[in-house]
């Protein structure tokens, strides 16, 4: 019985890659358009929360002050995309890495980008906030002495009275 | 709809009880009381209808507990009852073929008429105002009731100087009086005969009384004659009998029994009766015999005739120690012939004897026989009612019926008992319900605490065996939803085992009543477990125990749960001898089976109590601390324990320097509480000393009524949160207490706190005047509980001040809190009363018309404490209801609740406390009399014991905020294992076919 083996390392390295460029073709000019297009694709991205929030604002109003399934589920997303988001900021940002960066290891870090990544966590703080103020509304934030009262220490008293 | 939030708020609590759940979950007992058998003129008596089968026949008796009650003799159920007021207690009553004519109150100030067999009230007459009535000792000295022959009118004595002619329908005919009232005659029985009615008295010379006679004309109430007899009666009243055939007087002169024949000119001279001396004579009854007992102690009948008398002796009833003294009574059968019989203990036997002298069958005939009395758990026959039914030549068989001196009623016909009525369960005083132990695997019943490693293990794979069944038992439990429901009656698995059940509904209610007996009864079905005698010292190992010294209960604690490994209750009761002297003792019982701790474990004995203290206790209290034990205090205030162990002697030491006791002081009239402390080895004997530390400033002619504590029942929450989510604080400082006092111009109640004496409430409170409580003028009718932080009494409000008002009940519900408002915190749990934070305390306060005047108030009691606190009281109608805790909550907002009021589900305020016939736990039954309701954690936290009881026993159970930790009756169990089995196919069958679908996805992808 012969085996029938595919070489799928000959795809990894095509011959066209090789090829010179067509005349009149500056690669360095396309780079640097290219490096300005992912910069500004970059800002896009880091305001993009941001830009969401009236919308969110919108479907908070419209889903009304209560405890029910709707509103629940859009605080939840409101209070856990942002965490998310920022929990996957660098692997987000990578794709708009400026190509001088020396390695696609080196696109990973925090210090690429920086600026479009503090407004990213800037604007998704803003989400966690309209979430948060909204989770106020309906009453469901710890911040009376009424939501801990099971936790307060209860003592016993120094004197004992028979009754 | 103007108020739709009102009924959001109610619809949560608007809770009935379901038709299906009324005598599934709840049980009733009817009692009729103690029969009154100080005179002849309340005991029981057989009535029965002529030519009428002897099983027909009634019991009819009037009870210490002011009732006149008839029972059936063939079962002892109650055939009819009717209960009189507190304060219009019978002092006589008398019937004849088919009516009973009761005189009740002071000096016999109301008459009423009754049909025999039905019980119904056919006429009711107020003869005199209670307050002119004479108080007579014994009470129905001075009144006497006979029947006109024929006519259905009856002769009234009353007062001991009035006579009427009543006909049947309760309408005076004549009246009588004697003409000089504050002469010495006091006149006490009356002979009807067709030419003249007697009024038979005795007036009050030098040394003794004489016998005066007045007679009158029956149609027109004119007096004919009146005279004196000569005689010289010793003792009074007791020593005078009157007879009806031939009408006579008899009575005791010089221990010689004297008789006069009554003829209408009443000139018949008085004569000796017989030659025999007698020590006393007994009125039996009947209308020519009765009883003397001779100076040996044997008894004599004596039957009068027109001449003379016929006289003929028991046989062996001489005093004797090989038998006890007799008790004697007359009866009558069908052809009104009489018979005489005498009940009695037999030492020798170990048996009761019952000997009944029949004098017109053959030439006098004793029929006698012994029955198997069961004095130990009984006590001693006080009476005895004879009923003979069937009368054979030789053989009387006659019916018995015993009133013992722990109030027993029991029937018997020869040696066989008929029935059995527990008639002192009417005269409970204090009860507990107690939690049962869970039920140990087989060979589990010894002390798994001192189990070791190997036998446990072994114990368990022993117990292994079991697994197959209890797997096939929880699948068809599982798979048919026999689950038990709240609602389901409590059935154990094993009858005779008192074992839990798995919610706890099932519990022992200990009581202990003023005759000196301890009940057991089970909280499902109020069945008597057991019951026990409390010695009085005298009689522990005796087989005949005579009670010498009244028992009387003070305080039931108890002292060790179930889990702490098998429930023991101690009750402390001061034990009175006929003498005088009081002393305090303990009985200690063990509660599942009634075993005796003091003693040596004795099963089916009385209980022996142990000695606490020579002289009577002023206080006890249950001290719970690493061990459990009861302090007493005595007239000294010195200090005494039980048990008196190391354990609970390094306790007290170590509590000691902290303990505080309240204690009432004073005179009756001007009564104090005084604050006291405890110093050590002060008192005689190295005895702490009780000293007192502060006094309350109650003014003078003030008394105590009541002091109200609250139940040391765990708090689930220790604020209450505001709509806004502030905090009010409760305030849960453990010493406060609730005193209500009475004064001759108002009432009062305050809120103490037991350390340091600060006052933290005072109400003043109007007393009932006298329309509202007839004889009861300045009486305070108040009753108040205090659970958690919050105070609820309800009282009488005699008019109201203002245009409008109105008088009624009002019940007033007040919350204490901590600080001036929400969030100000003193931590009063755990605060020192001495600390000047104490004192920060803020109330609210509001007032609601009541819709009944209540004899007993409590709260429902749960687990945790999570569940609403329902208010339970016995109203007067003589039922148990519950008030939700929402409608009595004193912040129910005035106009509509705002958001955050509504978010706390506040209701607005109305001033009537809806009376919902939905929420009467008791529904179709009648609770009469209720002066105690107990209440009892289930296991289950939304359920509630309740056990009220008074001269009716009840029993039920509450969900206040309905049963939330069970399924509903109405949950679907099939339908939801019926889709959890059909998913679970749906699965096993689609499983394979869509690994098939996606592996051919992955061969075939476009």
């Known amino acids: 019985m012969t085996h029938t083996t595919l070489n799928y390392a000959s795809i990894e390295n095509p011959k066209s890659r090789h090829l010179p460029p067509p005349p009149g073709f500056s690669i360095a000019s396309v780079t640097k358009s290219y490096e300005a297009l992912k910069e500004r694709r970059a800002w896009d991205f880091a305001v993009g929360p941001a830009k969401q929030l009236p919308m969110q604002a919108f479907m908070l109003y419209m889903s009304g002050g209560g405890v029910q399934i709707f509103s629940i589920g859009i605080v939840f997303m409101l209070l856990f995309s942002p965490f998310k988001n920022i929990a996957g900021i660098n692997a987000a940002f990578a794709q708009f890495a400026p190509g001088t960066a020396p390695s696609p290891s080196r696109a990973q870090t925090f210090t690429t980008l920086p600026l479009q990544k503090l407004a990213y966590i800037a604007c998704n703080i803003a989400t966690l906030a309209l979430g948060l103020w909204k989770c106020r509304s309906m009453g469901l934030l710890p911040t009376g002495s009424g939501d801990w009262l099971a936790f307060e220490p209860r003592g016993v008293a120094p004197e004992m009275s028979l009754l | ?200 008295g005795l007036a009050k010379s030098f040394a003794s009384y004489t016998l005066h006679i007045t007679a009158l004309s029956p149609t027109l109430g004119t007096p004919l004659v009146d005279a004196h007899i000569p005689s010289s009666i010793a003792t009074g009243p007791t020593d005078l009998l009157i007879f009806t055939s031939p009408p006579s007087v008899v009575w005791l002169e010089n221990g010689a029994a004297h008789r006069v024949q009554l003829e209408p000119s009443l000139k018949e001279k008085p004569g000796k009766l017989s030659g025999r001396e007698y020590v006393s004579v007994v009125d039996v009854g009947l209308e020519s015999s009765f009883v003397g007992v001779l100076p040996d102690g044997s ?115 020869g040696d066989r008992m008929q029935w059995t009525r527990e008639e002192g369960l009417s005269r409970v005083r204090m009860a507990e319900m107690i939690e049962l132990p869970e039920r140990l695997s087989e060979g589990g019943q010894k002390d798994r605490a001192k189990e070791g490693f190997v036998e446990r293990v072994l114990r368990h794979a022993v117990d292994a065996q079991h697994l197959p069944q209890y797997l096939a038992h929880f699948f068809t439990r599982f798979a048919t939803g026999s689950y038990e429901s709240a609602a389901s009656p409590v059935l154990p698995s094993e009858p005779d085992t008192l074992t839990r059940d798995p919610f706890g509904f099932r519990k022992i209610i200990v009581a202990a009543t003023d005759l000196g007996t301890l009940y057991a009864l089970d909280s499902r079905t109020g069945t008597v477990l057991w019951k026990k005698l409390l010695s009085d010292g005298s009689n522990e190992d005796s087989l005949h125990p005579e009670p010498t010294a009244l028992v009387l209960p003070a305080k039931l604690f108890v002292l060790r749960t179930a889990a702490e490994g098998g429930p023991e209750v101690v009750l402390v009761a001061q034990r009175k001898m006929a003498n005088g002297p009081v002393d305090t003792v303990v009985f200690h019982v063990e509660a599942v089976r009634g075993r005796d701790k003091v003693g040596k474990l004795k099963e089916g004995a009385i209980l022996k109590g142990e000695e606490v203290i020579q002289g009577a206790a002023i206080e006890s209290f249950l001290v719970d601390a690493q061990s459990r034990f009861v302090l007493f205090l005595d007239q000294f205030r010195q200090v005494y324990i039980y048990p008196n162990t190391e354990d609970s002697r390094s306790d007290l030491a170590s509590l000691l320097p902290s303990l505080h006791v309240p204690l009432r002081t004073g005179t009756p009239g001007s009564a104090q509480i005084t604050g006291h402390t405890l110093q050590p080895a002060l008192g005689f004997d190295g005895r702490a000393l009780a000293q007192p530390s502060w006094t309350t400033s109650l003014s003078p002619g003030e008394s105590i009524l009541s002091i109200v504590k609250r139940p040391q029942d765990p708090i689930a929450s220790p604020g209450r949160v505001l709509g806004n989510r502030t905090t009010l604080y409760k305030l849960l400082s453990p010493h406060l207490f609730a005193v209500t006092s009475s004064s001759s111009s108002s009432c009062s109640i305050r809120v103490l706190d037991g350390v ?50 109105a008088k009624g009940q009002r019940i007033v519900s007040v919350e204490f ?102 929420r009467i736990v008791s529904h179709r039954y009648r609770i009469a009399n209720v002066h105690g309701i107990v209440t009892s954690p289930a296991l289950l936290e939304s359920t509630s014991l309740v056990f009220a009881y008074g001269l009716d026993l009840f029993g039920s159970r509450v969900a206040p905020s309905k049963t939330f930790d069970v399924l509903s009756e109405s949950f679907n169990k099939a339908q939801l294992v019926l889709t959890v089995a059909g998913l679970a196919v749906a699965i096993i069958v689609a499983k394979p076919a869509v690994g098939r679908k996606r592996l051919r996805e992955r061969w075939y992808r476009p």
């Open chain 2, 299 to 413: 008894a004599s009948v004596i039957s009068l005739t027109e001449s003379g008398a016929n006289l003929w002796t028991f046989p062996e009833s001489g005093s004797s120690d090989r038998y006890t003294d007799s008790v004697f009574v007359g009866a009558k059968d069908g052809q009104g012939r009489p018979y005489i019989a005498r009940v009695f203990w037999s030492n020798e036997w170990g048996k009761a004897s019952a000997h009944v002298y029949a004098p017109h069958l053959a030439g006098g005939l004793v029929s006698g026989f012994t029955f198997p009395f069961q004095t130990l758990s009984h006590g001693t026959i006080v009476h005895a009612a004879v009923h003979v039914a069937y009368v054979k030549e030789t053989d009387l068989l006659p019916y018995v019926v015993l009133t013992t001196s722990t109030g027993t009623i029991e029937l018997w016909q």
């Open chain 2, 1 to 200: 709809m103007r108020w739709p939030w009102l009924f959001i708020g109610l619809a949560a609590v608007a809770r009935a009880l379901h038709e299906s759940e009324a005598g599934i979950i709840d049980w009733h007992k009817s009692f009729i009381g103690v029969p009154n058998i100080a005179s002849i003129s309340t005991a029981p008596s057989f009535h029965a209808q002529q030519g009428r089968p002897p099983a027909e026949a009634l019991l009819i008796t009037s009870t210490a507990s002011n009732v006149l009650a008839a029972l059936h003799a063939s079962d002892g159920s109650i055939a009819w009852r009717y209960i009189y007021e507190p304060d219009d207690n019978i002092v006589y009553y008398k019937r004849n073929q088919s009516t009973i004519v009761s005189l009740s109150g002071p000096g016999g100030a109301t008459l009423r008429i009754f049909e025999c067999s039905t019980g119904h009230l056919l006429a009711e007459t107020r003869l005199h105002k209670p307050a002119e009535g004479l108080l007579q000792d014994p009470s129905d000295f001075g009144t006497a009731v006979a029947f006109a022959e024929g006519e259905g009118d009856a002769y009234v004595l009353t007062n001991n100087h009035v006579v009427r002619r009543v006909d049947a329908a309760g309408d005076v005919q004549w009246t009588w009086m004697s003409p000089d009232q504050t002469a010495l005659v006091a006149y006490s029985c009356l002979i009807a005969t067709p030419s003249a009615l007697y009024v038979v």
């Open chain 2, 817 to 918: 809190y901590e600080g001036q408002g929400p969030d100000d915190k003193i931590g009063s749990e755990g605060l020192s009363s001495f600390v000047p934070d104490a004192l920060r305390v803020s109330m609210f306060e509001r007032a609601f018309v009541f819709p009944h005047r209540v004899s007993a108030i409590t709260t429902t009691r749960t687990t945790f404490g999570v569940t609403s606190k329902d208010l339970i009281v016995a109203n007067e109608a003589d039922q148990i209801q519950s008030f939700p805790r929402v409608l009595l909550n004193p912040r129910r907002t005035h106009g509509k609740p705002t958001a955050e009021q509504q978010e706390e589900m506040l209701v607005p305020y109305d001033p009537l406390v809806p009376d919902d016939p939905r």
């Open chain 2, 756 to 805: 340091k004496g600060s006052v933290m409430y005072h109400a003043v409170l109007p007393t009932g005047r006298g329309e509202s409580f007839p004889g009861r003028e300045g009486s305070c009718d108040v009753k108040a509980i205090f659970v958690e932080n919050w105070l609820v009494y309800i009282y009488w409000d005699p008019e109201g001040t203002g245009l409008g008002e």
